[in-house]
């Protein structure tokens, strides 16, 4: 008969454990999602001009949506707060999040009203997109998320992740899940109203590349995170990310020598 050797088992044993540590899982995400209408173009119009486009595609956006989307399809149970209209654009978004596997029961859904779109314009020549952003209406009110929808929202969940939008009603949600214990992760993509208050309360902070030194005011990017790392005392580390170049990052941990 053939036997199991000792390192197949300890292995297995293993793959075994990982697979039920990430059953449990869940990541809560709060943020703004849209309808994405990417147009590339060969070259970015001038005023007044007429181009064609050489292709166009219509998918969901917004930086929570394509978060979970990623999380989800790695296998992992995620959960989505925002608002959208009872627009078609609304229940496009909301189809296609539940086909990838995101838990949409608690997004408010507004009567009447529209969905937020970005239409965005893929230059195929500096390989840069620009975007014009078209908000939803009408506006998410923090009077309209219950504490009782709060607790639901956040029952089991792992971590929450938060993309800067809707921060006067989202900071409802972030003070709860750190009074839960839960590490909260920021995704900041430029300043915004409300997105300070959020960053405090950061177990993890992941930025575009322009915020570190448009939010600081430093001079060089090395500067801007130290300066970061000072006004986050609660942030692990912080990540910027620079496109083609990578990232850069500051561990808070490695810093402190328990990395």
């Not at 529209?114 to 239409?119: F, K, L, R």
């Not at 960053?199 to 995170?225: C, D, I, M, R």
């Amino acid at each position: 008969m053939a036997g199991t050797s000792p390192g197949g088992s300890q292995s297995e044993d293993r793959d075994g454990s990982v697979v039920s540590e990430l059953s449990r899982v869940c990541v809560v995400g709060c943020g703004g999602l849209c309808i994405d209408y990417l147009a590339a173009v060969t070259a970015f119009p001038h005023p007044d001009d007429k181009i064609r486009s050489t292709s166009l595609e219509v998918q969901g956006g917004g930086n929570v949506g394509n978060t979970l989307t990623a999380i989800s399809r790695l296998g992992l149970s995620t959960r989505i707060f925002t608002k959208l209209a009872d627009d078609l654009l609304g229940k496009a978004m909301i189809a296609e999040l539940q086909a990838d596997g995101v838990d949409t029961s608690h997004v408010i859904v507004g009567s009447g009203g529209m969905s937020p779109s970005t239409y965005i314009i893929v230059d195929q020549q500096t390989n840069t997109r620009t975007c014009i952003h078209t908000p939803g209406a009408p506006a998410l009110h923090p009077s309209e998320l219950s504490a009782a929808a709060i607790a639901s929202l956040l029952s089991g969940a792992t971590l929450a992740y938060f993309d800067g939008r809707l921060a006067d009603t989202t900071i409802k949600i972030c003070q709860q899940a750190v009074a839960l214990g839960l590490p909260v992760l920021v995704d900041a993509e430029k300043p915004r109203d409300g997105l300070d208050e959020l960053l405090a309360h950061a177990t993890y902070v992941v930025v575009s590349e322009k915020f570190p030194q448009a939010w600081t005011g430093e001079g060089t990017l090395g500067a801007a995170l130290l300066a970061m790392a000072g006004r986050l005392p609660k942030a692990r580390f912080i990540i910027v990310t620079r496109g083609a170049a990578g990232c850069a990052m500051l561990d808070r941990r490695v810093a402190a020598g328990q990395g």
